[in-house]
């Protein structure tokens, strides 16, 4: 029998060379098991490192064993969480790793401030390849690599800017960290606003301005987290300002991260704010539920454990906005798990409140009747409001109604059998309208933005 176990080590040291982190870190993670002579599997612990293991390297992984068997060897990819664990780490270790499952998250974190290099206030943590890209991150993810392999070129500066948890330090840092790995011996620095204020001010009352100016004006790479906290710091934004024209001189790269475009800066040296004007400028947006999964999926792997697949898609449902909060979750439902000895089900989970800290709360609406949902989203679609009792299976129609059904159903506060009275329908057809908007909000479609903008329109 050919030693296929030994060419997928083969094949693992390749694609190590390649340097393509992300596949080494999931096909690594994962269990290549030979089953019969001419069959084998790739036991993957979660359905994002299976998912892209088959799009991603199947094919190669499948034409690189034709080249060295003799017969085709038939490859499966499944999911089999627990089977790696047992089987990626030696048994004591796995013992080790369940029990301390909590402390490991604890670990990770402070492991994330402990890496940091001194000199540049990077932490390792924060790399491109444990960055999961989402339709809220892609351009950016892409446009931030392109900067830190083309530093000082066409995207300089380079601004980003979004909501509180999205991933703009890590992004920011990830520039960093990769500029640093590519060339070493650059001078490059993390800092955010109001370190950069502290810095400047204690400068000053040490009579020591021109070090801090020197500092700043001879780095390779300036990376200005928070800069919405130099606001109320005017001298500093000046400061700034004289640091942004040496390093744009030179072509030197400079990357800067706020809470709000440019525009919406108050207080902040106008001359620096038209620089930013004309830069590269990009948002990142909330990731949708299926980013939202990957990235728990990516944090549990991380952290070398996995949980239930119903449990994290209860979760991914319910943060909608701020990764630090899936963050919180997941350290949430490992202590419990781990010093309470229990692996709490969706249920369980909803009655202990495990999660109750960390989900993103609904929008309220104040006394929402089924009627005044109905006239609302009537309004929003611009159809009669006769049209939600009607027998009308239009593809628009349709869809308002699945609309109204949905909100009645989770504002109302009637049952619904009440509902489907209001809508002229049987209780069947009421949950099967509900659902098939929740599915659809799951799969991150843009009926989510509809669904806010009615919402917002009614409270
Ligand atoms: N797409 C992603 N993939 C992996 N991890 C992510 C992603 N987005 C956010 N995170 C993680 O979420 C946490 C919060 O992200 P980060 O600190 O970058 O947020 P931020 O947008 O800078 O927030 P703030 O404005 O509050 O500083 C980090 O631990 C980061 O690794």
């Given at each position: 029998?050919?030693?296929?176990?030994?060419?997928?080590?083969?094949?693992?040291?390749?694609?190590?060379?390649?340097?393509?982190?992300?596949?080494?870190?999931?096909?690594?993670?994962?269990?290549?098991?030979?089953?019969?002579?001419?069959?084998?599997?790739?036991?993957?612990?979660?359905?994002?490192?299976?998912?892209?293991?088959?799009?991603?390297?199947?094919?190669?992984?499948?034409?690189?064993?034709?080249?060295?068997?003799?017969?085709?060897?038939?490859?499966?990819?499944?999911?089999?969480?627990?089977?790696?664990?047992?089987?990626?780490?030696?048994?004591?270790?796995?013992?080790?790793?369940?029990?301390?499952?909590?402390?490991?998250?604890?670990?990770?974190?402070?492991?994330?401030?402990?890496?940091?290099?001194?000199?540049?206030?990077?932490?390792?943590?924060?790399?491109?390849?444990?960055?999961?890209?989402?339709?809220?991150?892609?351009?950016?993810?892409?446009?931030?690599?392109?900067?830190?392999?083309?530093?000082?070129?066409?995207?300089?500066?380079?601004?980003?800017?979004?909501?509180?948890?999205?991933?703009?330090?890590?992004?920011?840092?990830?520039?960093?960290?990769?500029?640093?790995?590519?060339?070493?011996?650059?001078?490059?620095?993390?800092?955010?606003?109001?370190?950069?204020?502290?810095?400047?001010?204690?400068?000053?009352?040490?009579?020591?301005?021109?070090?801090?100016?020197?500092?700043?004006?001879?780095?390779?790479?300036?990376?200005?987290?928070?800069?919405?906290?130099?606001?109320?710091?005017?001298?500093?934004?000046?400061?700034?300002?004289?640091?942004?024209?040496?390093?744009?001189?030179?072509?030197?790269?400079?990357?800067?991260?706020?809470?709000?475009?440019?525009?919406?800066?108050?207080?902040?040296?106008?001359?620096?704010?038209?620089?930013?004007?004309?830069?590269?400028?990009?948002?990142?947006?909330?990731?949708?539920?299926?980013?939202?999964?990957?990235?728990?999926?990516?944090?549990?792997?991380?952290?070398?454990?996995?949980?239930?697949?119903?449990?994290?898609?209860?979760?991914?449902?319910?943060?909608?906005?701020?990764?630090?909060?899936?963050?919180?979750?997941?350290?949430?439902?490992?202590?419990?798990?781990?010093?309470?000895?229990?692996?709490?089900?969706?249920?369980?989970?909803?009655?202990?409140?495990?999660?109750?800290?960390?989900?993103?709360?609904?929008?309220?609406?104040?006394?929402a009747?089924?009627?005044e949902i109905k006239k609302m989203v009537a309004d929003y679609?611009?159809?009669?409001?006769?049209?939600?009792?009607?027998?009308?299976?239009?593809?628009?129609?349709?869809?308002?109604?699945?609309?109204a059904?949905?909100l009645?159903?989770?504002?109302?506060?009637?049952?619904?059998?009440?509902?489907?009275?209001?809508?002229?329908?049987?209780?069947?057809?009421?949950?099967?309208?509900?659902?098939?908007?929740?599915?659809?909000?799951?799969?991150?479609?843009?009926?989510?933005?509809?669904?806010?903008?009615i919402?917002?329109n009614i409270?």
């Amino acid at each position: 029998m050919e030693d296929i176990k030994q060419y997928w080590n083969e094949f693992l040291n390749i694609i190590s060379e390649d340097d393509e982190f992300t596949a080494v870190a999931l096909l690594k993670g994962s269990v290549f098991v030979v089953e019969e002579d001419n069959k084998a599997a790739i036991v993957c612990s979660g359905d994002f490192a299976a998912t892209h293991i088959k799009k991603d390297f199947l094919g190669r992984i499948k034409d690189f064993f034709n080249d060295k068997c003799s017969n085709n060897i038939d490859i499966d990819v499944r999911v089999d969480a627990d089977f790696v664990n047992e089987h990626l780490m030696p048994e004591e270790e796995y013992q080790e790793k369940s029990e301390t499952a909590n402390n490991n998250v604890e670990v990770s974190n402070t492991t994330k401030k402990e890496v940091s290099n001194n000199k540049s206030n990077l932490n390792d943590y924060f790399r491109f390849d444990n960055f999961i890209q989402g339709n809220n991150n892609k351009y950016v993810f892409e446009a931030a690599k392109y900067v830190s392999s083309n530093p000082g070129k066409e995207y300089n500066p380079f601004y980003v800017y979004g909501s509180v948890g999205i991933g703009k330090t890590h992004l920011l840092q990830a520039i960093g960290n990769s500029y640093l790995e590519a060339n070493p011996n650059a001078k490059v620095i993390y800092i955010d606003g109001s370190g950069f204020r502290d810095e400047y001010v204690s400068s000053l009352q040490n009579k020591k301005p021109e070090v801090f100016k020197r500092k700043y004006k001879s780095l390779d790479m300036l990376l200005l987290d928070d800069l919405q906290l130099l606001e109320s710091a005017q001298e500093t934004s000046k400061e700034l300002f004289e640091i942004f024209q040496a390093l744009d001189s030179a072509a030197k790269q400079m990357v800067f991260v706020s809470d709000k475009p440019p525009k919406e800066l108050r207080n902040i040296e106008s001359r620096l704010k038209n620089r930013f004007e004309k830069s590269l400028i990009l948002s990142i947006e909330p990731p949708q539920y299926e980013t939202r999964l990957a990235i728990i999926e990516r944090k549990l792997f991380d952290l070398h454990t996995s949980i239930d697949e119903e449990v994290m898609k209860y979760m991914a449902e319910n943060i909608t906005t701020d990764v630090r909060k899936i963050e919180g979750a997941i350290r949430a439902y490992l202590s419990v798990r781990d010093l309470m000895k229990i692996t709490p089900d969706v249920e369980q989970c909803e009655k202990m409140g495990i999660f109750k800290d960390y989900f993103t709360n609904k929008p309220k609406l104040k006394n929402a009747t089924v009627k005044e949902i109905k006239k609302m989203v009537a309004d929003y679609y611009g159809i009669e409001m006769s049209s939600f009792e009607s027998t009308d299976r239009t593809k628009f129609i349709a869809k308002a109604r699945h609309v109204a059904i949905y909100l009645s159903c989770e504002y109302s506060k009637k049952s619904v059998t009440e509902i489907g009275l209001e809508f002229n329908r049987d209780h069947s057809s009421i949950i099967h309208g509900r659902d098939k908007v929740k599915d659809e909000l799951r799969s991150g479609s843009h009926l989510f933005t509809e669904i806010n903008e009615i919402i917002s329109n009614i409270s």
